[in-house]
Structures are given as C-alpha cells and as structure tokens.
C-alpha cells in the first residue's frame, strides 16, 4: 500500500548551495527561499552555521535566516557543535538539524571529530534542546558508504540510528551522502528504521544522484514504508568534504514522479521550475534536473 502524499523536505538553500564556489548574493539567496516557500514547499532547511573558513558560502547564515524564518513553516537551520547550536539559540528559531556520519574518516574531515567525539558533544546538547522545547532533527551522513573507507556496514548505520531515538530525536534524515546506494540497499536499510525505530519518530531518506539512481531508491523507500525525503531544486548540492559525490536529487523530478503516480506533495512544478529559474544564473554548474531541461528545450 503506497502512501496518498508524501512530505518533501527543501535542502536547496542549504545542500544545494554549500558547495557552490561562486559567491552567491544575500538577497539572491533569500528570494531563492521566497519562490521555493511559493512553490508550496513547508519544510526547508535555510542554512548552517558552520565555520565560515570551512564553508564560505554559508557566512551570512544569519543574515538568510533573519529575513526568511517563517514560524509557520518547518524551517531548519544546521549546525555541527556546540558553537553552532549556540547561534542557533540566538536566532529563536525552533527547529534545528545538527549532523554526523556514520563513518569516523568521514565524520573527522567534516565536522574534524570522530564520530564518538561528535555524538559526546552531541547528547547533552541535544537533552537541552528537548529541555527547551525544540525540534531536533539529525542528519545521518554515510548511511551507506563513505567516500573515505568504502562501504558502511548497515549494522552501523542502524546502531546510531538507536541510539539517537533513545535521546528522544524528533527525525532522523538518513542520507546516501555519495550517491552509492542502489534500491536494493535503500528498500532493506529503511525498511529496518522502520521497523526497529519508534513509531513518533519521523524518518526521512536523503538521496544525492551520483549514478543516477535517487529516483529508485526513493521509490525503493516509499515501498519499505517511508514518505518523507529531502531534495534540492535543480538538482544542486553535495558535500563539500565528500569528494566525488554530486547534487541530491532535484526536487521538481521527485514530485513529478510522485504526481504521475497519483501522490500528493502539494508543490507546484511550475513554481519549482521558477525557483531553479532564479539560481540557475548565480550558480557555476548545470542543473542537475530532467524537469528543468524538458521544460526549458519546451520552450
Ligand atoms: P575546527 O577548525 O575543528 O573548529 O572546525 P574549532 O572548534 O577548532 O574552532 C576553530 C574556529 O572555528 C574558531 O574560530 C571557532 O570559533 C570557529 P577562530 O577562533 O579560529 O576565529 N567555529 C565556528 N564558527 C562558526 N560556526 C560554528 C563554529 N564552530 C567553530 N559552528 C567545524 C570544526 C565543525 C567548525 C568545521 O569542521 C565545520 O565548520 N565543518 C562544517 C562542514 C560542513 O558544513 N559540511 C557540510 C554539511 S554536512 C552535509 O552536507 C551532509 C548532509 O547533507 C547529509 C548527507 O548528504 O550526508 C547533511
Ligand atoms: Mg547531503
């Protein structure tokens, strides 16, 4: 039995850009988010607060979510550490995503922790942050490979899946941070989320296109239960410290698969399109999109 709608989570401001090497204006930046919020999205991450030497794009962090926070909407800034949750209280935001990977080599050249080291400055903060009422999301990078050692065990992946709903998490976003997953692994790893984690928590799969298998294995999810996923506008993202991996899946192909199945997103790919319009000329690759190119050939 497939679902009749399915949630789609917006990381395009976030994922979509944190890689992208031209710097992108404040206010292009925030008009981006304008016409993806008109374009039906509710939930979106905005931007992370990270270290700017690190990601010099996401510097005026603040600034983006200072003009674009909408109580009403799931808006959800990230954050690596203590630092970055620090400047997340400051905005009075409620919803926050904070990361790790499952795999330590990765996790070190990302955040410069292990994993264990990252999850001992993670815990307590997390405590507090449900202390105070907040949304806590978690981003689970390498949930199936790892650009430095190769394959990651599922054992692993569902190990620190536990033991952040034990901590009493509201959503684990589980990614394929490299785009190595095939539907096979995607329909067994989140059908065993599903079935091993608590039925409260939201789970959500987050998929980069690297060989061009998003599209399968979000399906392959769908199958094994689950109706909640990221996506990028015009197919743009990836990971600064994850060499080889591409964008995430465009979100305007993901919701024209899910409405020519008879599902429901409630987003307009028209509006989509106009969005992936808006950045396109401020970006220095191609969109990564079948939407956006027929659309535009069309034209
Ligand atoms: P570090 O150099 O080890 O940090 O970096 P540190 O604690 O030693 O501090 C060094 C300096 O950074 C200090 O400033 C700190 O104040 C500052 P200084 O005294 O030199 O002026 N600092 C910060 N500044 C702003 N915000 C902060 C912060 N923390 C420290 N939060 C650090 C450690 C975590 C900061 C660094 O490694 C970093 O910024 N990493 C972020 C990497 C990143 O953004 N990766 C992409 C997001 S994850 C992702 O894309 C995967 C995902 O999409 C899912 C998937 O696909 O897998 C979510
Ligand atoms: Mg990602």
Known sequence: MLPEKVTLIEVGPRD????EKNVIPTDVKIAFIEALK??????????????PKWVPQMKDAEAVIAA?????ARHFILAPNQKGVERFYATGADHIALFIGV??????????????????????LIEKLKADGKFVRICISTAFHCPYEGQVEKAATIDLCRRFAALGVDELS??????????????????????????????TAHFHNTRGLALANIY??????????????????????????????ATEDVVFMFHEMGIETGVSIDRLLDAADLIQPYVSRPLDSK?????????
Do not use: H
């Open 16 to 19: 979509g850009l944190q890689n």
């Open 38 to 51: 008109a374009a039906g999205l509710r939930e979106m991450e905005l931007a992370s607060f990270v270290s």
């Open 103 to 124: 795999s330590s080599a990765f996790n070190k050249k990302n955040i410069n922790k292990t994993t264990e080291e990252s999850w001992a400055e993670a815990a307590p």
């Open 220 to 249: 392959a999810c769908l199958l094994a239960g689950i109706d909640r996923f990221d996506a990028s506008a015009g197919g743009l993202g990836g990971c600064p410290f994850a060499p080889g991996a591409t964008g995430n899946v």
């Open 174 to 203: 589980v990614a394929d941070t490299t785009g190595m997953a095939n539907p096979q692994d995607a329909y067994e790893l989140f059908g065993a989320l599903k079935a091993l984690l608590p039925k409260r928590l939201l789970l």
């Open 291 to 299: 939407q956006y190119a027929l659309y535009r050939r069309a034209k």
């Open 68 to 72: 674009c926070l909408d109580p009403e």
